[in-house]
């Protein structure tokens, strides 16, 4: 009788043994550090170049991009805090973060899931409009101006929702058929 009740301890000593072991391993993998997830370059995308516009009285650069949000949820910013806009060269690299008083989205951003909405960049430089200058010629210079800077356009890091969203570079000629100037 003593070796079985030793026996039946043993086996009871070795099950609790190896469910602690199972409970430590378990709880190890729960509480380790888990990678954040890679960017969401699908989730809005641009659809095309976007317009240039500007307002008649200040001299800041506004980028017009129309929006698709291909999610089944709303998409919806109201604060810069997670927001990181990065400039992007010609071949794919990104710049460092660029500076909110450089370069932001004008906010809200709120797309509706499945819909299509404008997201307006503001570049607060400067490009000096003349007197007798009309929109046209003004909005030709600015081009000119974004033409001198050695960007292919610019990404929007969203951090929270972890997307990433691609605004290609400004039309480098004229179109044929440009919006009027007013954003």
Request: proline share 8%; net charge neutral.
């Amino acid at each position: 009788m003593k070796t079985t009740l030793l026996k039946i301890a043993a086996a009871a000593a070795g099950i609790t043994l190896a469910l602690c072991i199972a409970a430590a391993c378990a709880f190890w993998y729960a509480s380790r550090p888990k990678p954040p997830k890679p960017w969401n370059t699908t989730a809005l995308t641009t659809i095309e170049a976007p317009a240039i516009t500007s307002y008649s009285n200040e001299n800041h650069i506004f980028l017009r991009y129309r929006v698709q949000n291909h999610t089944d949820k709303d998409y919806s910013i109201d604060k810069t805090q997670h927001l990181r806009v990065m400039g992007k060269y010609p071949n794919g690299s990104l710049t460092s973060p660029l500076e909110d008083n450089y370069v932001s989205p004008e906010l809200p951003i709120f797309i509706p899931a499945q819909h299509t909405e404008m997201i307006t960049l503001e570049i607060r430089d400067s490009v000096a409009r003349g007197a007798k200058v009309s929109d046209d010629e003004y909005r030709e210079q600015i081009r000119a101006h974004l033409n001198r800077i050695s960007l292919d356009g610019f990404a929007v890091f969203d951090e929270e929702n972890r997307y990433q969203i691609d605004l290609p570079k400004w039309l480098s000629v004229k179109p044929e058929s440009e919006p009027a100037s007013k954003p």
